[in-house]
């Protein structure tokens, strides 16, 4: 993913839970050479509320529909992502899957607009806890108990 400068981003982000799982993309930092983790969703689009954000972005990331979207927090992170400053405001929502195998797939390839492929899967929140995996935004492991 490609982070931009010099402009706040308005994102929506879902946490999908599965017991003490998380579903979450998994993403590359080229100037720390670190991978690092964040749940699923995308730029809001001008004149689009965010809850039909998390809903498009889902439906394009997953070919899958959710239901019980509810929105949990909001937060600000500002960042440093592939050596470039950024700042995003970020609305996270809850959500079911409709299609319940959702829940038993370990691994999901992802393809955007653009092209871009990078995979999502399943992530244990002990993990996040023990430090094995960053999660982002920072301001989501604290909302998690992390």
């Not at 706040?8 to 839970?17: D, E, G, Q, S, T």
């Not at 970020?90 to 092209?115: H, P, V």
């Not at 094995?132 to 920072?138: H, Q, T």
Request: a negative charge; charged letters at 30%; one cysteine or more.
């Amino acid at each position: 993913m490609i982070c931009e400068t010099e402009q706040i981003k308005v994102k929506a982000i879902c946490l999908f839970r599965n017991n003490n799982m998380i579903l979450v993309s998994e993403n590359w930092d080229t100037k720390t050479k670190e991978n690092y983790y964040r749940p699923l969703g995308g730029k809001v689009e001008f004149g689009e509320h965010t809850i039909e954000t998390i809903k498009r972005e889902i439906k394009e990331e997953l070919g899958s529909q959710i239901v019980d979207v509810k929105l949990e927090t909001i937060c600000e992170n500002i960042f440093v992502c592939d050596g470039l400053n950024d700042h995003e405001i970020m609305y996270i929502y809850d959500a079911k899957f409709l299609d319940q195998g959702m829940y038993l797939k370990n691994i999901f390839e992802i393809t955007e607009s653009d092209g871009s492929k990078y995979k999502a899967l399943w992530i244990n929140i002990n993990e996040i806890k023990n430090r094995k995996m960053r999660l982002v935004p920072e301001p989501l492991n604290e909302y998690l108990g992390i």
